[in-house]
């Protein structure tokens, strides 16, 4: 499982989001592990994109690769009548794929928008990323007859 969380506070440091995506995954029979965009972000970008090379540098011989994908945007201080308040929301995307070694994606699961809010920009982010944890396991545990069903075509 390989996760980046991104924003234009940069990629985060610790993108909890792979933990959700391993409790979500674990019932469909997959060997999984964490593994963090931020160490290699190029190569997540390529590999995500499905570049066969991309994935076999990266994924260091797996068969298939799960990704999560968390780009928060469109942070914004919350305005009314003219008046700014220390509110700030931020726009935050997510999207799961799983990846087979040959570049193919096997299954794509792309959420909502989520909204993150806090009293600054960053806390607005974090809360984004938080929000979309809680959105993207049970999504996945939803999606998980249709992962396994794809996984059996292959």
């Excluded at 959700?20 to 390529?46: H, V």
């Excluded at 090379?53 to 690769?65: D, Q, V």
């Amino acid at each position: 499982v390989a996760a980046l969380e991104t924003s234009e506070f940069g990629a985060s440091d610790n993108p909890q989001v792979a933990d959700s995506l391993i409790a979500a995954l674990k019932p469909a029979g997959l060997q999984l592990s964490a593994f963090n965009g931020k160490l290699a972000p190029e190569a997540f970008k390529l590999a995500f994109g499905g570049d066969p090379g991309a994935l076999a540098s990266f994924a260091a011989g797996a068969s298939y690769t799960a990704f999560a994908l968390v780009e928060a945007a469109d942070i914004r201080q919350m305005e009314l009548n003219g008046v700014k308040y220390n509110i700030f929301t931020s726009a935050v995307k997510v999207t799961f794929r799983l990846v087979r070694s040959d570049g193919t994606v096997v299954y794509a699961l792309p959420l909502d928008p989520v909204k993150g809010q806090g009293g600054n920009r960053e806390a607005a982010v974090q809360d984004g990323y938080r929000r979309a944890r809680e959105a993207l396991g049970p999504a996945v545990q939803k999606a998980l007859p249709a992962i396994r069903d794809a996984l059996n075509k292959e």
